[in-house]
Nanobody
Framework: QLQFVESGGGLVQPGGSLRLSCAAS????????IGWFRQAPGKEHEGVSC????????YFADSVKGRFTISRDNTKNTVYLQMNSLKPEDTAVYYC????????????????????WGQGTQVTVSS
């Protein structure tokens, strides 16, 4: 059974940083694109960032470009989301999932989740 455990969330002041971890169990991440998604209260899930299986393709939502980076360590079966310069609007529950990156004319245009949601990790940005 494919399962993810998200961790690393917490309460941080605006401008602060957090690093989220997505650890997989029951399968190896090597052959999968993995994405981070978030859901703020009263809103739909939003794709935040995704990384292809071979690291050569990444996607970032416009709202996080230049502030978030995504990486993976296949030896640890883990994907990371480094979040810098956090803003109150980044407050949400963050989830990871097996994903699909949509490529249009050689450019990654979007990212969608192909899996169900786990427990997620809460990120709260507030002073």
């Amino acid at each position: 059974q494919l399962q993810f455990v998200e961790s690393g969330g917490g309460l941080v002041q605006p401008g602060g940083s957090l690093r989220l971890s997505c650890a997989a169990s029951g399968f190896t991440l090597d052959y999968y694109a993995i994405g981070w998604f978030r859901q703020a209260p009263g809103k739909e899930h939003e794709g935040v960032s995704c990384i292809s299986s071979s690291d050569n393709l990444t996607y970032f939502a416009d709202s996080v470009k230049g502030r978030f980076t995504i990486s993976r360590d296949n030896t640890k079966n883990t994907v990371y989301l480094q979040m810098n310069s956090l803003k109150p609007e980044d407050t949400a529950v963050y989830y990871c999932a097996v994903s699909h990156l949509g490529v249009v004319a050689g450019t990654v245009a979007g990212c969608e989740s192909l899996g169900s949601w786990g427990q997620g990790t809460q990120v709260t940005v507030s002073s």
